[in-house]
């Protein structure tokens, strides 16, 4: 089975870069989705297919993915982007999603 | 812009069978696969499933024994089934649209959740 790894934690100062990895093997041959949850919240899509935004999700929120790392950086953090991101792929194999552990941002 | 709403029962015995519905308005039901997605207290996501309108199912090989889908499409709902529960599935449980046609599915609308609490 697929298996993706994210570190527990990340910290950053108020309008400093932050970048949240994930992790698989042969990850860029897979497209990869980020989600945004905040305390006692459903989830909130932040990038699908690698790089694309939903509307209403700022520029500042950007993603990359090759080799075995993907990595959601955002830009000019905000205290309001403390939260836990999570980073997902469809596993074609066995035909279903895998999430990654997901990653607390603390702001600092 | 697709709305989704949980119910059930918020407490379950174990051994046995976890319900759940989930209400859809604001789209189309034929141009999602409807998903279940849980979180278990301080751990991360893990995907239970999805139906298409169609009725075709795909389950997580880790829950696929105890785990089935459904969906009314006359009445906008789709329901998770989950039997032999432990304190194991305790959860919170999701709803969640995954938009159909790429293959590459990702999670568009999550319902606000519904947490589901395994007592012995």
């Known amino acids: 089975s697929y298996v993706l790894t994210q570190p527990p934690s990340v910290s950053v100062a108020p309008g400093e870069t932050a970048s949240i990895t994930c992790g698989g093997e042969?990850?860029?041959?897979?497209?990869v989705h980020w989600y945004q949850q905040k305390p006692g919240q459903a989830p909130v899509l932040l990038i699908y297919?690698?790089?694309d935004r939903p509307s209403g999700i700022p520029e500042r929120f950007s993603a990359s993915n090759s080799g075995n790392t993907a990595t959601l950086t955002i830009s000019r953090v905000e205290a309001g982007d403390e939260a836990d991101y999570s980073c997902q792929v469809w596993d074609s194999n066995d035909y279903h999603a895998v999430f990654g552990g997901g990653t607390k941002l603390t702001v600092l | 812009q697709v709305h989704l709403q949980e119910s059930g029962p918020g407490l379950v015995k174990s051994s046995e069978t976890l319900s759940l519905t989930c209400s859809v308005s604001g789209g189309s039901i034929s141009s999602y696969y409807w998903s279940w997605i849980r979180q278990s207290p301080g751990k991360g996501l893990e995907w239970i499933g999805f139906i298409h309108y169609t009725g075709s199912t795909n389950y997580n090989p880790s829950l696929k024994s105890r785990v089935t889908i459904s969906i009314d499409t006359s009445k906008s709902q789709f329901s998770l089934r989950l039997t032999s529960v432990t304190a194991a599935d305790t959860a919170v449980y999701y709803c969640?649209?995954?938009?159909?046609?790429?293959?590459?599915?990702?999670?568009?609308?999550w319902g606000l959740g519904t947490l589901v609490t395994v007592s012995s």
């Open positions: 297919y690698d790089t």
């Open positions: 969640a649209s995954a938009p159909s046609g790429s293959g590459y599915y990702y999670f568009e609308y």
């Open positions: 042969n990850i860029g041959t897979k497209s």
